[in-house]
């Protein structure tokens, strides 16, 4: 800690001392289910997180999710209820404002195999759902920003935290919640695990689209007149094909569904096809749409069916900007500065980090725990990196903080 100040030091000793405190949090957080789906266990972490959160100068609140709309197997849309997503403002008139956000839904739903906490080696190596992705994040998050309060620097800065109940869903109910919040944001921090297991940051990302095409076509028997029909099953295998011609190095196509159909005697005369997009840059993803749009449109005409689109790229491509690297810049300094060698690199994956991006402001979306096999019943956290995390977070706000001097 040579190149520290004595401030600095302050607040990365009350980050190091947090370990315990941040242990419990994860065993705490962690032993409540809170899958994406599961409404009553994202109510019970939610009241908790606020409790914990409520240590901060400021008042959380739980904010109810947009209505979010998919299309069921027969064609029709419904909604999906979410949780709702927890959102504290702290000093919002300071002229320096940053945007801290992490989520509190997990990928194991209540009905999954995997609910119970254990050690992979004791004291050190935790094995649980969601104890690095992102329960021990939020832990990092929290105790980075107490740390941080301690500090006579604190009154420089404002933020906003959004810690959401649909981040492993896509976020669709909290995204204009993370827009509006991170709208005139100097930077932003998201606490998802670190993207290899030794602290490497995740950098450029590419952005993700789903997308349900509906298809009409029409009955008829397969003997009698199937002149008369319109195969929608086979006008969907179109479209998947149309769909993949343009994959490549900046564009991914997954067709990962066709729904309908019935018995062999009859000409289906409904499919939903099922299709996720992930392009690398913005002018990827326009080429992707526009991809989209003239293949629904052949695939229309040439079948003579009616085919309506739903959804969008919701999670825009997070490319590798100056500004981006400047913040990164920031980290690895600090982390230089507390022993820790920080580095970053691609990754194909998408979170909030994506839809923060979109908004003009830098962000780096995995200063959470090092850990691993997230996603898996192998999901594991570096028990030691809690402490080490939030050093960095906290010593990394300072600095950014600092810049308001
Ligand atoms: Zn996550």
């Known amino acids: 800690m040579e190149g520290l100040t004595s401030i600095e030091r302050d607040a990365v000793e009350r980050a190091l001392d947090a370990q315990s405190e941040m242990l419990r949090q994860v065993e705490n957080w962690a032993a409540v289910n809170s899958g994406s789906r599961n409404l009553e266990g994202l109510a019970t972490i939610a009241a908790r997180l606020a409790g914990a959160f409520a240590d901060l100068p400021g008042e959380p609140s739980l904010v109810d999710p947009l209505l979010v709309e998919a299309i069921d197997a027969t064609g029709r849309p ?23 956000t992490g989520h509190m839904d997990t990928v194991f739903e209540a009905d999954h195999p995997f609910q119970a906490l254990s050690w992979i080696d004791a004291g050190t ?3 649980g759902p969601g104890v690095a992705d992102m329960k021990g994040g939020i832990a990092v998050m929290l105790a980075a920003l107490k740390a941080v309060e301690a500090s006579p620097l604190a009154e420089r800065i404002g933020y906003e935290i959004i810690i959401n109940a ?5 976020s669709l109910g909290s995204a204009a919640l993370i827009a509006e919040a991170a709208r005139g944001k100097r930077a932003a921090l998201t606490y998802e695990p670190s993207a290899l297991p030794d602290g490497t940051l995740a950098g450029a990302r590419p952005g993700s689209g789903n ?11 397969a003997g009698r007149n199937p002149e008369d029909g319109r195969n929608a099953i086979v006008a969907a ?11 490549g190095p900046t564009l991914s196509v997954n067709p990962a569904r066709i729904e309908g159909g019935g018995p062999n005697n009859v000409v289906p005369d409904l499919a939903i096809l099922r299709v996720n997009l992930r392009p690398a840059t913005n002018e990827d993803q326009a080429r992707a749409q526009s991809l989209i749009d003239a293949s629904v449109a052949m695939v ?46 691609p990754t194909g994956g998408v979170c909030d980090g994506n839809n923060i991006a979109a908004c003009g402001v830098p962000v780096i ?3 959470g725990v090092r850990g691993g096999s997230i996603h898996s019943m192998e999901e594991y956290l570096i028990v030691d990196s809690l402490s080490e995390r ?4 906290a010593l990394t706000i300072l600095r950014l903080a600092g810049e308001g001097a």
């Open 211 to 221: 997308f349900s095409f509906t298809v009409r076509g029409r009955s008829a028997h």
């Open 300 to 345: 229309a005409a040439e079948h003579d069916v009616q085919i309506h689109s739903h959804g969008h790229f919701a999670r825009p491509p997070k490319p590798l900007t100056p500004e981006l690297e400047a913040l990164f810049g920031v980290v690895r300094q600090a982390g230089a500065d507390l022993g820790q060698s920080i580095g970053w690199k």
């Open 166 to 170: 649909d981040e492993e869903v896509g």
């Open 125 to 127: 190596v935790m094995n």
């Open 390 to 393: 939030a050093a960095l977070s």
């Open 237 to 247: 295998a179109d479209l998947a094909l149309r769909l993949t011609k343009e994959i």
């Open 365 to 367: 979306d995995t200063m």
């Open 78 to 100: 419904y909604e999906i209820p979410h949780g709702r997503n927890l959102h504290m403002a702290i000093r919002p008139d300071a002229p320096l404002q940053f945007l801290f």
